[in-house]
C-alpha cells in the first residue's frame, strides 16, 4: 500500500511540472449551488424581477442573441 509520502511526492512533482510549464495553482470559492438556502436565494432574485421591464429587455435581447449565434454555425 503506498504511504502519504509517495502520493505527496507525485503531487509536489506534478505542481513542479505545471509551474515548469508557466501555470500556477489558483483556489476559487463558489457558492454551493446544491444547498436550499442557494436555490432560496435564486428563487427570491428570480420573483423580484418579475414584471420588471430591464428584464423583459435583457430577454428579449439573450433570445435574439441565442437564435443569432445558433444560425451563425
Not at 470559492?29 to 432560496?40: G, L
Not at 423580484?48 to 430591464?54: H, R
Amino acid at each position: 500500500m503506498p504511504s502519504i509520502h509517495d502520493s505527496t511526492g507525485k503531487v509536489s512533482r506534478h505542481r513542479e511540472r505545471m509551474r515548469a510549464a508557466g501555470l500556477r495553482p489558483v483556489q476559487f470559492w463558489v457558492p454551493d449551488t446544491r444547498s436550499p438556502e442557494f436555490a432560496a436565494q435564486v428563487r427570491r432574485q428570480c420573483q423580484n424581477l418579475k414584471d420588471d421591464p430591464a428584464e423583459a429587455d435583457v430577454l428579449r435581447f439573450t433570445q435574439a442573441a441565442a437564435t443569432h449565434v445558433e444560425g451563425w454555425e
